[in-house]
Structures are given as structure tokens and as C-alpha cells.
Nanobody, 124 residues
Framework: QVQLVESGGGLVQPGGSLRLSCAAS????????MGWYRQAPGKQRELVAT????????YYAASVKGRFTISRDNAKNTVFLQMNSLKSEDTAKYYC?????????????????WGQGTQVSVSS
């Protein structure tokens, strides 16, 4: 089992920045990919970014590319999502995910591990 705990959400003005953290614990050696999803009220869940924890490759949704950066601190078993130039449409609950399968993290299908989510609100 793997436990994921997110932090770092909050209220920020448009154009501002936030950094989300996801601390992983448990059987983390089984994990090959981590990522972030988000879901806004009344909208479908959306993939934000993924990280291949073995090879280091990353993927970003077109809506966040150039503004968000996913990274990791291996010593702390933590993945980060640095969010810059935030827009009102970035308002959502953000979830950290992890899985043995890179494909499952990228596709959103039957991902093994989810965090509890952290709320990001972008408003003036």
C-alpha cells in the first residue's frame, strides 16, 4: 500500500503562484509513475501532469504547459506541482496519484493510489 498526502493548496489571485506537495509513504518502491489530476465543480476530472519516477519523463496537459512544472525530491519521497501564472480556470480540487503503471497514471484508468485532494482557488 502507498499513502499520498497533498498540501499547499489555497486561495490566490490571478497571475499568482502556488506549489502543491505530495508526500508518499508505504510501498513506494512499487511506484513507477506519479501525477496530478484536478476536478472543478460540475466538470470532469482532468489530467494535469505526470512524472515517470524511473526515467524522469514528464507530461503536461495543454492547458497548463508552460505554466506548471512537476518535479520530485527523491530523498523526501515527495512530488511537487509548481503552478505559476494561475488563472481562474485553474480553480479545482487537485489530486495526487501514483501507480506501478505509467499508462494508468496517464490515462486515469484504475489508478491504484489517490490522495485526499487539496483545493486551489484562483480569484480576485
Amino acid at each position: 500500500q502507498v499513502q499520498l498526502v497533498e498540501s499547499g493548496g489555497g486561495l490566490v489571485q490571478p497571475g499568482g503562484s502556488l506549489r502543491l506537495s505530495c508526500a508518499a509513504s508505504g510501498s513506494i518502491l512499487s511506484i513507477n509513475a506519479m501525477g496530478w489530476y484536478r476536478q472543478a465543480p460540475g466538470k470532469q476530472r482532468e489530467l494535469v501532469a505526470t512524472l515517470n519516477t524511473r526515467g524522469g519523463g514528464t507530461y503536461y496537459a495543454a492547458s497548463v504547459k508552460g505554466r506548471f512544472t512537476i518535479s520530485r525530491d527523491n530523498a523526501k519521497n515527495t512530488v511537487f506541482l509548481q503552478m505559476n501564472s494561475l488563472k481562474s480556470e485553474d480553480t479545482a480540487k487537485y489530486y495526487c496519484v501514483a501507480d506501478q503503471s505509467v499508462y494508468r497514471v496517464a490515462s486515469g484508468i484504475v489508478i491504484d493510489y489517490w490522495g485526499q485532494g487539496t483545493q486551489v482557488s484562483v480569484s480576485s
